[in-house]
RNA sequence: GCACGCCUAGCUCAGUUGGUUAGAGCACCUCAUUUACACUGAGGGGGUCAGGGGUUCGAAUCCCUUGGCGUGCACCA
């Protein structure tokens, strides 16, 4: 039976919710439950979205390139598992609700809450915000194992934190260490080098001396942290200072001890630069501290505490005060002692805590670290090692376990960061995380592993054991999070079976945070890769290029967006015109334009589904009667062989254009008006239908799913076979060689040529106009297709005549061979139709002189592949043909 | 400072290993008024592919170079 009770216009909002119920209900989304055999699994992890928020277009965009991912590749008959989970985000997540209960009127929440009672606020605030982000994962049509569902911090993923950090604690390469490291005032905690946002400031550099007996003249943007300097670095091969190298000079600058000050050699000083030499500040300078590192007898001198003020080793004058203050009083006290020579206002980048927002201080502290340069116990091989070869020569030099990620120059930013990677900080200094499992015995000082509480040490049999205070890094737990989330430490059947995953894709802003953590956690823990592509997508920025923020104030909710225009069209927006690496600008117009195409392909169907009595599955491609039959079919050959290629390379933005030009353009704009005229093709009308669903499905789910359900396959859609390319020829090749293809695009362009001629001649478009054509070889064609050409052109009498005689009262166009005359009921406008024939002779006459040249160049003939030779032989026959056709048509316009 | 990316129609962007007279969407102009769809249809205008040089029979595409925009890393005495 047709269905005459669809609605003129597809309304996403009310039915998107329903079949994602039913996709859910159905349990397709848990690979195990899939039909038919399947060996090959498609495995992604989830980026866990962060519990801070909720989810914002980033994640939309992020959302629909896995699904469409995902779909595809379960339709390909793949054991597709797309493994769903948020994020705890440690700091972030802390920071967060920190600065939420100052805005209600908490001063120090950590002083007032405690550690349990703020955790509790912590675990609400998240808890809240993890459901809100599932309903918004499945809102977005995200088809995600959620019997799988993990956490970063849940028992499992905890599970498997612990023993990690026990395997590196125990082969040494998680290590405590006293080091310079950032520290977030503002926190109260570490961050590591990764999480610093750099902005440029404007500051001063202060020329001076320590005292007037110092010999050596230094500069420096942080006077306060004079007061700490134990040494002076300069070149070795600097002759102006060669001499002092090894001399200790004592100064008072007024801090709590005099200073003593060694001139050290230190072959990474610029002679050029500034004075040519280096005031040296081992507390609070990460590379000073790596020179105190290889000068031990330089001392160390912290000047400034964890509270950003002024220490007692300072100075009395000096103690208490912050840093700024301190900068003033130390320059007032050096040009008060005629100490100072000159300043200097520059622009220099300062490190800004990415989450805390304040000017991170270098502090010298005590904290965990992993070492990315020790070679693993019975491996051979860094950390470093491993993370270069996942992406170079594959794991273990295995070719086979080589990441691809594309686009490939990530990989090269990729490599140039682990040549500048230092030790990993992981301890931080924030409760909401996974606590550090390490006990301190108080009596016999010994450090131990612990997982759970401990009872008493292994070592002196004492009680008074601790664990340490600070937690982990958020990015420790995300880079197990491949195989945490599929059961690890367990050798789970998931483990076997889903893991290496298959595919990632990531912003490029957290390729170090994560992809790299990722590959440092799984080839030392599963000896293997996490993944075997990553996908590197750009950043969304709004119309004018800005970045969306919450400052800015420009950020659009995808939610509000679905609800105005419907999942699949936001889907839709966000992967055509979006190609990998790059950033995309987004607006509404774009969703207003994917909305639209949707509701073609909806009412592409309602008119097939109304017109057609017998409804139902076709599975074989139907005989073509007639050369428009032929015509799509072989198009929809095309299309189903592109999209398969482009799909395998995850050519998102190709694929959705293709298929959306051959949609439009050849599907509903030719061949459904065709079908009314020609009539006889529910079968074929039906096939490309429901071919055409199973290709879109993967990106637009929800209105394909939707048309399905007229089908009653007793199937859904999301789990229908994708349409394989049927030949393996290169498709365009087949496509230019198939001469009814070339009939058929001929007969369009006569119409279209008829089209332009009646509006360049103002012709109402209800009004039937006579043709009469002209042509050598087509005219068994022309009178094949005559209704075709009768009722698309608004011709009601068409004649083929064969001599050269121009009928009387008529313009006149050409297409392909065929030369057409629309003869008019009133006069010709001669001057109009002496201009449009005049432009058309010049371009012709310089594509004949273009493709003459080229032809005649025997270089070109010599050294071109023979078919693109005879390809422009061809073109340059055709145009001279048509030029005889045009000076004809000039000649008979007088 | 080093590296990477981008510059194609008014706007936003595609353009696969170099080979049709360089494409799309939006915007614009003309026409159509109930048609499966006005969330529409038909037709049209609009680009020395940032500038310069090179390689090649042939360059938007490869190389060099200049400029503009952006990003990463380093330096920041």
Redesign the pocket.
């Known amino acids: 039976m047709p269905k005459t009770d669809l609605p003129?216009?597809?309304?996403a909002k009310g039915l998107e919710d329903a079949i994602y119920k039913q996709w859910e209900e159905s349990g397709f989304f848990n690979p195990d439950n899939l039909p038919g055999e399947r060996s090959e699994s498609f495995t992604i992890a989830m980026p866990p979205p962060n519990v801070t928020g909720i989810l914002h277009l980033g994640h939309a965009f992020e959302n629909s390139l896995m699904d469409t991912e995902i779909r595809y590749q379960r339709m390909k008959g793949k054991k597709a598992l797309l493994v769903p989970g948020t994020d705890h985000a440690a700091v972030a997540t802390q920071a967060r609700v920190e600065s939420e209960l100052k805005k209600q009127g908490l001063v120090n929440p950590r002083q007032e809450l405690g550690r349990e009672g703020l955790l509790e606020k912590i675990r609400d605030f998240a808890d809240n915000h993890k459901s809100i982000i599932i309903s918004q994962i499945k809102k977005m049509g995200t088809s995600c194992d959620w019997s799988r569902l993990a956490y970063t911090f849940d028992d499992a993923r905890s599970k498997a934190v612990n023993e990690i950090f026990r395997r590196m604690f125990n082969d040494e390469l998680i290590y405590r260490g006293y080091r310079v490291i950032n520290w977030s005032v503002k926190g109260q905690s570490t961050c590591s080098?990764?999480e610093l946002e750099?902005i440029d400031q404007k500051t001063t550099?202060y020329t001076f001396k320590y005292s007037h007996d110092f010999p050596i003249a230094?500069?420096?943007?942080?006077p306060e942290t004079k007061l700490g300097d134990t040494a002076v670095a300069v070149n070795p091969d600097d002759e102006r200072y060669k001499g002092y190298i090894g001399q200790k000079f004592t100064v008072d600058v007024g801090a709590q001890k005099p200073l003593i000050i060694t001139v050290i050699a230190d072959a990474g000083?610029?002679i050029n630069?500034?004075?040519?030499?280096?005031?040296v500040t081992p507390a609070h300078?990460a590379?000073d501290f790596e020179m105190y590192q290889k000068n031990k007898d330089i001392g160390i001198i912290p000047v400034i505490g964890k509270d950003g003020r002024m220490t007692e080793d300072a100075g009395q004058d000096y103690q208490g005060l912050t840093v700024l203050e301190a900068r003033e009083k130390f320059v007032a006290w050096l040009k008060a002692n005629s100490l100072y020579i000159s300043e200097e206002e520059?622009t220099?980048?300062v490190?800004t805590s990415d989450r805390f927002g304040d000017v991170v201080e270098a502090l010298p502290m005590e904290q965990w670290f992993i070492d990315v340069n020790k070679k693993i116990p019975g491996r051979e091989k860094s950390l470093k090692d491993l993370m270069r070869e996942a992406v170079t020569v594959g794991h273990q030099a295995n070719p086979e376990k080589i990441i691809e990620i594309t686009p490939d120059?990530f990989k090269?930013?990729y490599l140039?960061?682990i040549d500048?990677l230092r030790d990993w900080c992981i301890s931080r200094q924030v409760w909401w995380g996974h606590r550090i499992p390490v006990w301190y015995c108080d009596d016999c000082g010994s450090i131990s592993y612990g997982d759970t509480k401990q009872e008493k040490c292994e070592k002196c049999n004492s009680q008074n054991l601790r664990q340490d205070e600070d937690t982990l890094d958020t990015w420790f737990s995300s880079g197990a999070w491949t195989f945490s989330t599929l059961g690890w430490p367990e050798e789970t059947a998931d483990l076997k079976k889903y893991h290496p995953t298959t595919w990632m894709q990531m912003g490029y802003e957290i390729l170090?945070f994560w992809m790299a953590r990722m590959i440092l956690m799984t080839t030392y823990v599963r000896n293997d890769i996490p993944f075997r592509q990553v996908y590197i997508h750009g950043m969304l920025?709004a119309?004018d290029?800005q970045k969306f923020s919450k400052s800015l104030g420009n950020g659009l909710d995808p939610i509000e967006i679905i609800n105005k225009y419907g999942t699949d069209a936001l889907r839709l927006s966000l992967l055509k015109?979006?190609?990998a690496g790059?950033?995309?600008?987004f607006y509404e117009?774009k969703v207003e334009?994917a909305?639209?195409f949707?509701?073609?392909v909806w009412?592409?169907s309602?008119?097939i589904l109304?017109s057609i009595e017998d409804i139902k599955i076709i599975d074989v491609e139907p005989e073509a009667k007639t050369l428009a039959d032929k015509w799509i079919l072989n198009n929809l050959r095309s299309v189903t062989a592109l999209t398969n290629q482009?799909m395998d390379k995850a050519?998102f933005?190709?694929t959705s254009?293709k298929l959306y030009e051959f949609t439009?353009n050849d599907f509903?704009?030719w061949y459904?008006?065709i079908a009314?005229i020609e009539g006889g093709k529910d079968e074929i009308l039906l096939y490309v239908l429901q071919n055409l669903l199973k290709l879109w499905h993967p990106f637009i789910p929800f209105v394909t799913e939707e048309i399905w359900k007229n089908f009653d396959s007793g199937k859904l859609l999301m789990i229908e076979n994708y349409p394989e390319s049927i030949s393996d020829h290169d498709t365009n090749a087949n496509k230019k060689e198939n001469e009814m293809v070339v009939d058929f695009e001929l007969i369009k362009e006569i119409i279209?040529t008829i089209?332009?001629l009646r509006?360049?001649n103002?012709i109402?478009?209800?009004k039937l106009v006579k043709v009469v054509m002209m042509t050598k070889s087509k005219e068994a064609l022309i009178n094949e297709q005559v209704a075709i050409i009768k009722k698309l052109a608004r011709v009601e009498d068409l004649q083929i005549i064969e001599n050269n005689q121009k009928p009387e009262n008529s313009i006149s166009a050409i297409a392909g061979e065929v030369q057409i005359f629309l003869l008019l009921t009133g006069l010709v406008d001669v001057s109009a139709e002496k201009i449009r024939l005049e432009k058309e002779v010049s371009?012709?006459e310089q594509?004949i002189e273009?493709?003459s040249k080229k032809l005649a160049?025997t270089?070109?003939v010599q050294?071109?592949?023979p078919k693109?030779v005879d390809l422009e032989k061809e073109?340059l026959a055709k145009?001279h043909e048509k030029m005889i056709k045009l000076k004809q048509q000039v000649v008979d316009l007088k």
């Open positions: 003129k216009a597809y309304e080098d990764d750099y550099v230094i500069a420096t943007t942080r000083v610029d630069y500034g004075t040519g030499a280096v005031g300078s590379i520059i220099h980048n490190g120059r090269t930013i140039h960061w500048n170090f920025r119309k290029g015109g979006t190609t790059n950033d995309m600008r117009e334009g909305r639209n949707i509701n073609k009412n592409i309602r008119f109304q482009a050519e933005s190709y254009e439009w509903a704009d459904l008006e009314k279209s089209r332009n509006a360049e103002k109402e478009p209800v371009e012709t594509y273009m493709l160049n270089e070109f050294n071109a592949p693109v073109k145009a």
